[in-house]
């Protein structure tokens, strides 16, 4: 169970910290700094505060290209998500569900097709495209060109 809740306050951590950086920010912030005043924090307000300067160090440390300082404010959060689960292990079930409200909706894929058309020129050399594919390529000129089946 342990294991668990490690990977839950990890998960949490990089949840808040993403959040951090949305539009949505406020929304989420008062949330989280609820979660914690209910498990002995502080008031939503003490914790509210240390949520906004956490946000401002993660702006400055975007800022300045520094890693380090975001790492550590992300590894911050996660200490203190992992000794509130420690404290309180029914508290995972709530954690749970504030990051599914917090976490973006899975993104939907919208298939693109593309045609490709390559003309003149007198020389008879290769032609490289570079791109990112996911899934197959349809049939073309009687072969099969893909992940799939090749013949």
Do not use: C
């Amino acid at each position: 169970m342990e294991a668990e809740l490690v990977a839950l306050a990890a998960a949490g951590a990089t949840t808040l910290v993403q959040q951090m950086a949305t539009d949505g920010w406020s929304a989420a912030r008062d949330r989280v700094a609820r979660f914690f005043a209910a498990r002995g924090w502080g008031s939503a307000e003490s914790v509210g505060s240390d949520l906004d300067t956490a946000h401002a160090d993660l702006t400055a440390a975007r800022q300045d290209d520094d890693a380090e300082a975001a790492s550590d404010i992300q590894a911050e959060w996660r200490n203190r998500l992992r000794r509130t689960l420690r404290a309180d292990p029914e508290a995972a079930a709530e954690l749970r569900s504030l990051l599914d409200e917090l976490s973006p909706p899975p993104s939907t894929q919208q298939a693109t097709h593309l045609h490709n058309t390559i003309k003149g020129g007198t020389f008879n050399e290769p032609v490289l495209q570079i791109g990112h594919q996911i899934g197959d390529i349809d049939k073309i000129g009687g072969r099969h060109y893909g992940s799939r089946e090749r013949e």
